[in-house]
């Protein structure tokens, strides 16, 4: 999976190792064998996910940034910590890398009024220059023989609180009270007013300029970090292991609003269900690898998930409308 | 209180959709005053009320509040001075927020939006009080998503969020046209109350000639960008309609008979 010669190759179909084919084992026992994995992974997607829900659902906008911020977040972890850095302040920095990378978005759209989507393409295209330039190389493993990392793979089943579920569900809960707390306070009001209406925002007194880059930011310093967190635990980083990460992050929040969204209806359970709606995909994945599905074929299949329940409230909104016209008809 | 100085607006020039907005208008309000603002399609009513908001910057004059030129000042910043209410009920409300969320930020219009709490226990007991005065039972429903209000009750807690906090101008940009005739009139009481009860200088767009008549203490009629009529005092208490369409035949030297819009009763 390593090219240290600096060329870009296509990163394997990550860290599903907890199958181990031909083991004898019954398809069932390989699932519930991969679990832990696929919680965990599920886990540190859900923090990017959150991040996802902040721009698609709070502000309205779809930010494509979020494929480079991903691997900026990693990259810089990854660089810091074979540097000796202290492991939290790595994920600070990592944190923070990904508020700048927001930052550009935020001010491709508001000061050079470039559309949101199109502003989140150059941004993530633009990292995937200086993800290459920082790194150096497409991928940069880090053992973790050799170094401290907060969480690994390999740990997936101690009892321990290096374990990747334990230490990833206490900061995950952590980042879900900050933010329950953060969008209760007066800049977090005027933050979701200026997704929810930009005119009214405006007449309030609101300036949604400002709003939209903090927003933009904020959700890509939780993508940022965890891209930190998928590096140590697959024990490198890879320029492209944000590829097609959007499309997970909006498949965690559509299925995590269509599982819990009858039920969680404060915004602290909303979160956590968009981090549910996560889980709930890897372990969707790793059920259809197992059941012997080509790896290759996985983000064909995401997408199609997320094209297809993207059109589910839009089919039904068309039913609706012609089911009551035409009982208005009469 | 409200001095709007030889403001001119085209839209698009230069092209083929070329279109004077407003011609040089000119218009000064005193504290207190009551102004309806009446005419026709695209006589320029709309955009003298978006220029004092700051919607888009003047092409020319300037636009002061109480000795403050705004003229140049963003929309967002402007919102200070002003109190405002759309045509469109959706506009002036989030409805993803609740009720009580919404007040909360037109409580914090033109100050500083800091990590204090977005809400405070004392401030929804206040607006529980401010609600009852609607009579519309919103009292009760503080935490329910303003989306689940109608036309006339997202009006009406619009210009309750517009007032809150004393506006030096209410802008009302026919904010009773997309209701029906029944709420249009309860939400022109409150509207009333509201302004006589803090004294609010008020522009008030409509396209009711009946409405223009019976509220405020001034008049204007606008045409082509230009304000052609302007009433006010006992002469605008004893203003009828055909007077009004007299006065505004002789001062545009057209009819307004084609518009139908206008006629409104």
Known sequence: MTSDSGEVVLSPPRTFVYIRKGDNMDILGQLFNALPGSVSQGLIWGIMAIGVYITYRILDVADLTVDGSFA????????????????????????????????????????????????????????????????????????????????????????????????????????????????????????????????????????????????????????????????????????????????IGLAAVIIGEAVFGKIFKNFALRLIGVALGSIIYYIVVQTVITLGLDANLLKLLSAAIVAIFLAIPYWKKQYMEKHIGRARRG | MLDIKNVEKTFNPGTINEKKALCDISLHLDKGDFVTVIGGNGAGKSTMLNMVAGVYPVDHGRVVIDGIDVTRLPEYKRAKYLGRVFQDPMTGTAADMQIEENLALAARRGKRRTLRPGITAKERAEYRELLKILGLGLENRLTAKVGLLSGGQRQALTLLMATLMSPKVLLLDEHTAALDPKTAKKVLEITDEIVARNNLTTLMITHNMHDAIQYGNRLIMMHEGRIVVDVRGEEKKQLTIEQLLQLFEQSSGSKFGSDKAILSK
Request: a positive charge.
């Open chain 1, 72 to 247: 900026t977040g990693g990259v810089v972890a990854v660089i810091l910590i074979l540097n000796g850095c202290n492991l939290w302040l790595a994920m600070l920095i990592a944190f923070i890398a990904g508020m700048l990378t927001g930052a550009i978005t935020g001010l491709l759209h508001t000061l050079m009024g470039i559309p949101p989507i199109l502003a989140g393409i150059l941004t993530q295209l633009a990292l995937y220059s200086i993800n290459l330039k920082l790194l150096g190389k497409a991928n940069q493993s880090v053992n973790v023989n050799q170094t401290d990392l907060l969480i690994s793979l390999r740990w997936v089943r101690d009892l321990a609180f290096r374990n990747p579920l334990i230490t990833v569900g206490i900061v995950l809960l952590v980042m879900v009270g900050i933010l329950y707390w953060f969008f209760g306070t007066e800049m977090g009001c005027a933050l979701r007013a200026t997704g929810a209406n930009l005119n009214m925002s405006r007449a309030q007194g609101i300036n949604t300029s400002f709003n939209k880059v903090l927003g933009i930011m904020l959700s890509n310093g939780l993508v940022a970090f965890s891209g930190a967190f998928l590096a140590q635990y697959q024990g490198f980083a890879d320029v492209k292991m944000g590829q097609g990460a959007i499309v």
